[in-house]
Every structure is written in structure tokens, then in C-alpha cells.
T-cell receptor, first 112, second 114 residues
Framework: DAGITQSPRHKVTETGTPVTLRCHQTENHRYMYWYRQDPGHGLRLIHY???????DKGEVSDGYSVSRSKTEDFLLTLESATSSQTSVYFC???????????FGEGSRLTVL | GQSLEQPSEVTAVEGAIVQINCTYQTSGFYGLSWYQQHDGGAPTFLSYNALDGLEETGRFSSFLSRSDSYGYLLLQELQMKDSASYFCAVRGIGGSSNTGKLIFGQGTTLQVKP
């Protein structure tokens, strides 16, 4: 299995609070991604990174920011969480040469 | 805009063959991937097609026609454990020089019955 871990795996927070999810990889892959998954919407790309300090927006980036200061870590931040951001968040990594992504186990976020 | 279309649900019986279609409309395209996801789990990679034609991996095959913006996943000798959601995904959307962007369809729920 690809070495990818997400933390925290579960979090409950209140509207208006900041939240940071962490994705850590040990594979030295170039690409890292954050997706959210909600019933009826499949997997939607929030942001992705194609190198250290190189990031780009996805389909649903509003309300989210990311940072990648080193190859192994990709952070997703919700500056002020809203109930609409209640979701399961998946991090994924890829060497980039094919369409193969390796996913983390997911982080379930509940915003009350 | 960009979009991927796949059926929301498919039902088949154990031992049968099922085909899950995916059509896409994107401003850039480098390849089509397929993923499987069981309830409560993470998506796992099944196959990737960058060129037209059929790719076979055991009981699963994937097909791509770039001229038709169409692909499918073929599952043979269905087993109960194949009950899951299946997602197609397009790489390279946007036509940027960065080909790492991967967008997923909404998924097809496959139910395999005895």
C-alpha cells in the first residue's frame, strides 16, 4: 500500500472555527490532491499540488486554502468552517505519469 | 464547461458481464481512469487508458475511444464482492501544461445479486 496518512480521521467542530486537515506521504510523489465526497456528488476536486509551493484550484475551491511547504505534506485549511463543508475529505497522491491515484483513508469532518 | 457522465446505478447477477459507460466533455484530455470504492472505504485504482483501445486486467477491462469522448469499464464473471461504486476520471482537464489535474464522474453504483 502507498504510504499516505490523513489526520485527523474524524473531527467535529462548530461553524466559524478554523480547521486544518493534514495529508502526509512517504512515497515522494510529485502530485497531491484534496477531494471531498458527498452523497450524490461523487468525488470533487478541491485543490491539488504539482510540486512544493505549486498548487492549483479544483472544482470546489471556495472556502478552502492549501499549502505544501515540503514534498511529503499537503495541508487543507478551512478558514471559517460552515455546515456545507461537512463531508468526507480524501487526500490522494500520484507520481503523475499515469491516471493512477493512491488515496488516503479519508477524514470525516462534521461542522455543527 | 467540463463534465463526465456515467449511469447512477447498474444491477447484474453473479457470473454475468456488466459494462459501465463514461462519456466526457473536457477542454483537455490525457487519459481516462477507473476506480472502485466499497462502502466506507477509499477509492482504489483499477485501470488507465491513454490511447484508444482495450486494456485488460484479469476480470476487468477498460476501453477508450478518444474520437467519441467515450470509455467503458467491463466487468466479467461478476462476484458478490464486485458490488461497489465505480468512478471514471479524466486526467489533464483544462489543457494546461500541468497534466496532473484529475476530475471524477459522479459514480455508478453496481449491485450484484445472487
Amino acid at each position: 500500500d502507498a504510504g499516505i496518512t490523513q489526520s485527523p480521521r474524524h473531527k467535529v467542530t462548530e461553524t466559524g472555527t478554523p480547521v486544518t486537515l493534514r495529508c502526509h506521504q512517504t512515497e515522494n510523489h510529485r502530485y497531491m490532491y484534496w477531494y471531498r465526497q458527498d452523497p450524490g456528488h461523487g468525488l470533487r476536486l478541491i485543490h491539488y499540488s504539482y510540486g512544493v509551493k505549486d498548487t492549483d484550484k479544483g472544482e470546489v475551491s471556495d472556502g478552502y486554502s492549501v499549502s505544501r511547504s515540503k514534498t511529503e505534506d499537503f495541508l487543507l485549511t478551512l478558514e471559517s468552517a460552515t455546515s456545507s463543508q461537512t463531508s468526507v475529505y480524501f487526500c490522494a497522491i500520484s507520481p503523475g505519469s499515469t491516471g493512477e491515484l493512491f488515496f488516503g483513508e479519508g477524514s470525516r469532518l462534521t461542522v455543527l | 464547461g467540463q463534465s463526465l457522465e456515467q449511469p447512477s446505478e447498474v444491477t447484474a447477477v453473479e457470473g454475468a458481464i456488466v459494462q459501465i459507460n463514461c462519456t466526457y466533455q473536457t477542454s483537455g484530455f490525457y487519459g481516462l481512469s477507473w476506480y472502485q470504492q466499497h462502502d466506507g472505504g477509499a477509492p482504489t485504482f483499477l485501470s488507465y487508458n491513454a490511447l484508444d483501445g482495450l486494456e485488460e486486467t484479469g476480470r476487468f477491462s477498460s476501453f477508450l475511444s478518444r474520437s467519441d469522448s467515450y470509455g467503458y469499464l467491463l466487468l466479467q464473471e461478476l462476484q458478490m464482492k464486485d458490488s461497489a461504486s465505480y468512478f471514471c476520471a479524466v486526467r489533464g482537464i483544462g489543457g494546461s501544461s500541468n497534466t496532473g489535474k484529475l476530475i471524477f464522474g459522479q459514480g455508478t453504483t453496481l449491485q450484484v445479486k445472487p
